[in-house]
């Protein structure tokens, strides 16, 4: 089973832009259990959410030829907290990208009423590396296990909602 923690994707610019959703909900087993009786969405999983809509842009770049595993979080800095029924809106951009790694810069946000940007919520940097690049000669199985079905399916979201992928 593979944890999704985004739920669409509303944008993907190739090699520049991705915005993705994720609905926050009591649905949800985690809420639960972080803090019992006081709800609120870990700071890991919304870092999780933004490496994969940042995954995503990466991997896409390169018609998900490689194998784009999260290498590094170069910063998070969470602003507010995060609660059921809160929407947040991933926005990751490609800072740099190479046969080796891509770096990128996003922003989680909380919607408002009427403004879907809403609130800062949250600042996260993270460093992409191209597994089948590595130095070490490791050889790793020949389909894509990173990109599977589900990541595929959330990207026909795009079209789905009316959106065209750039």
């Given at each position: 089973?593979?944890?999704m923690w985004i739920?669409?994707f509303?944008?993907?610019?190739?090699?520049?832009?991705?915005v993705?959703?994720?609905?926050v909900?009591?649905?949800?087993?985690?809420l639960?259990?972080h803090?019992?009786g006081?709800?609120v969405?870990?700071?890991s999983?919304?870092?999780?959410?933004m490496a994969?809509?940042a995954?995503?842009?990466?991997?896409?770049?390169n018609?998900?030829?490689?194998?784009v595993?999260?290498?590094?979080v170069?910063?998070?800095?969470?602003?507010?907290?995060?609660?059921p029924?809160?929407?947040?809106?991933?926005?990751?951009k490609?800072?740099?990208?190479?046969?080796?790694?891509g770096r990128?810069e996003g922003?989680t946000w909380r919607?408002?009423?009427?403004?879907p940007f809403?609130e800062?919520?949250?600042?996260?940097?993270?460093?992409?590396y191209?597994?089948?690049q590595n130095m070490?000669?490791?050889?790793?199985p020949?389909?894509?296990?990173?990109?599977?079905?589900?990541f595929h399916?959330?990207?026909r979201?795009?079209?789905?909602?009316?959106?065209?992928?750039?």
């Amino acid at each position: 089973m593979r944890w999704m923690w985004i739920d669409r994707f509303e944008k993907l610019v190739s090699g520049t832009e991705a915005v993705a959703i994720k609905n926050v909900s009591m649905a949800e087993e985690h809420l639960h259990d972080h803090f019992p009786g006081f709800p609120v969405m870990p700071a890991s999983l919304i870092i999780e959410g933004m490496a994969q809509t940042a995954g995503v842009l990466v991997g896409e770049a390169n018609q998900f030829k490689e194998k784009v595993i999260l290498g590094k979080v170069s910063k998070a800095t969470f602003h507010h907290d995060v609660y059921p029924g809160d929407q947040l809106r991933h926005v990751a951009k490609i800072i740099s990208l190479d046969a080796s790694f891509g770096r990128t810069e996003g922003k989680t946000w909380r919607a408002k009423a009427g403004d879907p940007f809403g609130e800062l919520v949250a600042e996260i940097d993270l460093m992409f590396y191209h597994l089948d690049q590595n130095m070490s000669g490791q050889k790793f199985p020949e389909e894509n296990f990173v990109f599977t079905d589900q990541f595929h399916q959330l990207l026909r979201s795009i079209e789905l909602n009316g959106e065209s992928k750039e």
